[in-house]
């Protein structure tokens, strides 16, 4: 599904402060899995899922997206391939307050052209099928942190993305609400979506619904663990 290879990023390039987060990074990351990027502060695990999810671009390396080059793609293409491709979940969840449930949910769908009446239907079957349904009209800060969470879920799956990044996403989740989203992410995995994640939570690390990790420490590639092949 996506191919790192020999990915290095510098920050502050040419500079006194030159600092290199990633040196020299080769993945290759499976479809219709669950996958987690592990390390501590500063192993550059968030920029590497940056570059996977195409939000910013290799010093040197490539990246394939199913087989094809898309490192020196010009942005308004690597616009288009994130809207189309990939799914977001941030950790503050970045709902837009005052707006309600559905209304934060169709947002990112506004360009691609879909009509909204379309957008509703999709949004409402998310909402369904992450039992939201009675929280519709409901506007983001009246939800539980359990509910904003499966918001942004759906929010990150209007466009129908193959593969859903995720930064950190139960860093501001309790035990109960953090294994509820494992299963969530285990059943959009077993429907054929791609999912990479970064966490130094162990209740994800070490969770069956992980199917490999990718251990960093500054800025290399340490350790993959094939759960799957184990």
């Known amino acids: 599904m996506l191919e790192l290879a020999n990915i290095r990023k510098a920050f502050n390039q040419g500079q006194h402060n030159e600092f290199w987060a990633l040196k020299g990074i080769d993945i290759d990351i499976p479809p219709a899995q669950v ?14 899922l940056t570059i996977l999810g195409c939000l910013a671009r290799p010093t040197e390396g490539r990246v394939r997206l199913k087989g094809e ?13 994130r809207r189309s491709t990939f799914g977001f979940i941030f950790q503050q969840f970045n709902l837009v307050r005052g707006l309600t449930a559905i209304e934060n949910i169709i947002l990112p769908g ?11 239907e999709r949004a ?9 349904s009675h929280r519709r009209d409901a506007k983001v800060e009246w939800l539980s942190g359990g509910e904003q969470q499966r918001v942004a879920i759906c929010r990150a799956l209007i466009n129908d993305p193959e593969i859903l990044i ?22 959009l995995a077993a429907a054929g979506r791609t999912v990479i994640l970064t966490s130094h939570d162990p209740l ?10 990718y251990s960093l ?13 184990a």
């Open 35 to 48: 996958n987690v990027l592990k390390g501590p502060s500063g192993s550059g695990k968030t920029t590497l």
């Open 110 to 120: 506004y360009p691609s052209g879909t009509p909204r009446a379309c957008l509703l």
């Open 69 to 81: 080059d898309i490192s020196g793609l010009p942005e308004r293409f690597l616009t288009e391939i």
């Open 217 to 229: 420490r500054d800025g290399a590639l340490i350790d993959v663990h094939d759960k799957a092949a």
């Open 124 to 132: 409402e079957a998310l909402l369904a099928d992450m039992q939201l």
């Open 204 to 213: 994800v690390v070490e969770s069956d619904v992980v199917d490999r990790v």
């Open 166 to 187: 995720a930064d950190e996403p139960t860093a501001n989740l309790d035990s109960k609400l953090s294994a509820e989203f494992l299963v969530i992410l285990q059943r």
